[in-house]
């Protein structure tokens, strides 16, 4: 059972109560049970090598800007300076299966403590905005450790004839901060070896930036008549939005090309709706290019107050050449 999506992306009710759009949130009371909900709802797939699987993840802002244009190499050294230094708050799937067949989505909230992390307050601010409690992360969130296990001793990753198809919107930190969760360790010293590593990890991936380079994520939902489920911002919804965009686009390959030379250009998008990496920039953008950094356990204003400046946390070497493990044991 599940919903399926049409040819031209309308949603036909396969059972009722439209579960499989709802994002189901994810705690540590509950994570077992809804992991195993959700490698059912991979299994209940008759045409395994269909399996379609959209990643989103949210995190608490950068600690230095990324230049979008740069060369991969240089913009690399970025996304592991912030990868290293931060963790991530939420981590959202939506899975999908042949002929558009929504299977189900799901936020996995992540232990995550103010009063311990590393943050920029205008991050922050506006993922609470958003919806995302962190005091509740603080006392109900996943350990981290726990999903690395449960997801590498599960069918979701490596190169294997059931291997399911990956897709994001704007997944470069959404790669980054699944192969640390990964592996528990830094980032790759070299692009080279994250690479690899990704390719082992998850050998078929699509990003729909590649189809759709301009616009934000809910400008392209409104351009494509695709309705978004749960709070933006939150990465289950986020997820959800990005397979149901997927679908449409791959079931109408001519609308990307369409969208994009009828209304997307970038001036007329609002900071309300483009995507996470862009309203931060232009956030921080302001203040000099890098994020007002909290020292762990600084209270948050409760408007977008000006926050303490702090130095940046140690970065990691450069030297470091050591390859992360892509397998993990089971945690105590």
């Not at 042949?98 to 299977?103: E, F, H, S, T």
């Not at 990753?157 to 704007?170: A, D, E, I, M, R």
């Amino acid at each position: 059972a599940g919903e399926l999506l049409g040819a031209a992306g309308d949603v036909q009710e396969m059972q009722s109560g439209g579960w499989a759009r709802q994002p189901r949130d994810v705690w540590a009371w509950n994570f077992d049970a809804e992991f195993d909900e959700l490698l059912n709802a991979v299994a209940r797939e008759p045409n395994p090598g269909q399996v379609v699987l959209a990643l989103d993840t949210e995190f608490p802002g950068f600690l230095r800007k990324d230049q979008p244009h740069a060369a991969r190499a240089e913009r690399y050294k970025t996304l592991r300076a912030n990868v290293d230094s931060l963790r991530p708050i939420q981590l959202g799937l939506a899975v999908g299966g042949a002929g558009g067949v929504l299977r189900g989505t799901w936020t996995f909230n992540l232990w995550f403590d103010l009063n311990f992390e590393w943050y920029t307050e205008q991050s922050v601010w506006f993922l609470s905005c958003a919806g995302i409690n962190f005091p509740r992360h603080a006392v109900e969130g996943i350990d981290p450790d726990m999903l690395a296990w449960r997801l590498t001793s599960s069918p979701l990753l490596g190169l294997h004839k059931h291997s399911p198809q990956w897709v994001t919107f704007s997944g470069w930190y959404d790669w980054g901060y699944l192969l640390k969760l990964l592996t528990g360790q830094n980032l790759p010293s070299d692009l080279a070896t994250f690479d690899r590593l990704l390719d082992e990890v998850c050998p078929s991936r699509h990003e729909l930036r590649d189809r759709l380079p301009r616009g934000s994520l809910d400008g392209l939902l409104s351009a494509h008549g695709v309705q978004r489920y749960g709070a933006a911002h939150t990465a289950g919804s986020d997820a959800l939005a990005t397979l149901e965009l997927f679908v449409r686009i791959r079931s109408t390959p001519h609308a990307a090309a369409a969208t994009a030379a009828r209304v997307l250009s970038p001036g007329i998008l609002d900071a309300v709706a483009i995507d996470k990496a862009a309203a931060w920039d232009s956030q921080f953008a302001r203040g000099g290019g890098q994020g007002e950094l909290l020292e762990p356990g600084q209270k948050l204003a409760a408007a977008c107050g000006e926050g303490q400046k702090k130095p940046l946390p140690p970065q990691p070497s450069t030297s470091a050449s050591s390859t992360p493990p892509l397998t993990r044991s089971q945690p105590s």
